[in-house]
């Protein structure tokens, strides 16, 4: 069930930059190749190969905590949209980034759980964009301002007018504040611009943060914390060889957009495949996939195994061994990983075969190291299958040209304007199957809700496409021990019924689902969704 992803193999020769063939190839594989979204054009300009640079040459940056001050309805923060230019390699020139903070790395908001928190997002952005915008997308024309934004809070369960709805973008001069409640477990969420068919450009030039939630019963578990907890936030990148983001656009200047973004260098914290001193004992890593369309094959070297205690929506029930970590687009993953085997060594985080994040393990630890893997974590009660009301079948569908470029990708056929036809009631249970006709896993995420992953069923695509109905093939699959926990994300592979099953908690009013691969979202795998009081 590995998540394939289609894409054209580039070939360097003496001419450039040629596509040999489409084909599939395992996710795991794209790490090390030089890759090209279908129907992207040749890129103009000379491209920085990031594997020529010299890795583990930059000290992982950490982030700077969010300061909250204190006023009269309660704990407020301001963060600051802006142009930056920040070095991402020691052998690379300045780049041009938007961010929230003052380098590459946006400040760490540190929430707890049911202690509400405001934040004042401030947008300080130039009003022309750098990166190719589409006009021709929905919501994108010229009637609207070339530079938008607008912040969501992933996985924050949030009123529907705190939740940053796509179409609720700001200009450049312009705040919002929104307040988030926090009604919710310890988790790792995540910020991040959601503006109307920008928002994959806006991620992509760096509109990215991470939100810690601390709550009483992951204090309990003296998990690792203070210099022992690393928030790490990956995502893939292009550069042209003067240090510049490079964003491969269609070649088509009435229609930029492109189906899926590959970078060639990985970043971690904002630089790419950086290094970090650690002591021998245990650290906790918080991942977070925050790039556009790439999903990750994470594992460390050196015969070091992590364990997963975390995923999306916080604790799993028990520690799970980590061998190969597949993180799509938006997933998040709490690690424990031991370093005390290793004194005076390095290990690797690699994706697929690439060493990505290089630990420089010291020969000796600080006092008050122990650490015992905990057996268990938190209690995970699994919803009962007889507790939904309602079961929806939603379709994963592709519409590809003449020359196998990708043109748009829906959910049910529908395009995001169209009227809501997912009205959930306030405090029902329902089962949403995605039955994916595409030959890509798309990562679905719901905003507002928790999730879990029921499970997943090959099914006869081709008959289904002909109308001869839902005919599905083999016994479901059960989820991985990774994925029983709460999710927010899950990952629909091609040719699959993905079953997951969701109680409409918290608040009503509109809200959305979409796939996760920003491309994918942006033409136009978005949907409304209602929740009806
Ligand atoms: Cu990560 Cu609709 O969002």
């Not at 009269?72 to 930056?84: F, N």
């Not at 949030?158 to 988030?180: C, F, H, I, M, T």
């Not at 200047?253 to 492109?258: A, D, G, I, N, S």
Request: with cysteine; aromatic share 8%; hydrophobic share 40%.
């Amino acid at each position: 069930m590995s998540p394939t992803r289609r894409q054209f193999l580039l070939q360097v020769s003496a001419t450039g930059v040629t596509a040999l063939a489409a084909r599939k190839l395992p996710a795991s594989t794209l790490a090390t190749q030089m890759t090209m979204p279908m129907g992207a054009a040749a890129p103009k300009v000379p491209m920085l190969h990031s594997l020529e640079l010299t890795p583990f040459v930059d000290e992982l940056p950490l982030p700077q905590k969010a300061v909250a001050s204190s006023g009269k309805s309660g704990q407020h923060i301001r963060i600051t949209m802006r142009e930056i230019h920040v070095k991402v390699h020691r052998d690379v020139p300045p780049t041009r980034m938007w961010s929230y903070g003052d380098t590459a790395l946006a400040p760490l908001i540190e929430a707890r759980s049911n202690q509400p928190l405001r934040v004042e997002w401030i947008n300080h952005l130039p009003t022309k964009h750098f990166l190719p915008v589409d006009f021709s997308l929905h919501g994108c024309g010229h009637d609207v301002p070339e530079v938008r934004a607008c912040v969501h809070m992933h996985g924050g369960k949030n009123p529907s007018s705190e939740d940053g709805y796509p179409e609720d973008w700001y200009v450049p001069g312009k705040s919002r504040v929104q307040n988030y409640p926090f009604q919710q477990d310890a988790t790792a969420l995540w910020y991040h611009d959601h503006a109307m068919g920008l928002n994959r450009l806006n991620v992509y030039a760096g509109l990215v943060g991470m939100c810690l939630v601390r709550d009483a019963v992951e204090e309990t578990l003296q998990l690792p914390t203070g210099k022992y907890e690393l928030p790490l936030t990956l995502y893939d990148r292009n550069f042209t060889r003067d240090g510049q983001l490079l964003y491969l656009d269609s070649g088509d200047p009435e229609h930029p957009w492109v189906p899926e973004f590959y970078g060639d260098a990985i970043l971690i914290n904002g630089k790419i495949r950086p290094f970090v001193h650690v002591e021998p004992r245990v650290y906790r890593l918080r991942l977070l996939n925050a790039a556009n369309s790439r999903f990750f094959a994470l594992s460390f070297s050196e015969g070091v195994t992590g364990h997963q205690i975390g995923s999306d929506q916080g604790l799993l029930a028990a520690p799970v061994p980590m061998h190969q970590l597949n993180l799509a687009p938006a997933e998040r993953a709490d690690i424990l990983v031991d370093f005390s085997q290793s004194a005076g060594k390095t290990v690797h985080l690699k994706n697929a075969a690439l060493e990505v994040l290089q630990f420089r393990v010291a020969a000796k630890a600080e006092a008050g190291t122990s650490f015992a893997l905990p057996k268990t974590l938190r209690p995970m009660e699994r919803t009962p299958v007889t507790s939904a009301t309602v079961t929806r079948q939603i379709t994963l569908n592709e519409y590809v040209d003449k020359i196998g470029n990708s043109m748009l990708m829906l959910l049910n056929r529908k395009h995001w304007h169209e009227p809501v036809t997912e009205t959930p009631k306030l405090n029902s249970t329902e089962i949403w199957e995605f039955l994916n006709l595409t030959e890509d896993t798309h990562p679905m995420h719901l905003h507002l809700v928790r999730f879990q992953v029921l499970d997943r069923q090959l099914f006869d695509v081709f008959a289904y496409r002909n109308d001869k109905g839902m005919h599905p093939i083999r016994e479901p699959l059960q989820p991985e021990p990774n994925e029983m926990g709460w999710k927010d994300v899950v990952q629909c592979p091609p040719g699959m019924i993905t079953r997951i099953i969701v109680r409409f908690e918290g608040y009503p009013g509109k809200y959305l689902y979409h796939c996760h691969v920003l491309e994918h979202e942006a033409n136009d795998m978005m949907r409304p969704f209602e929740v009806i009081a």
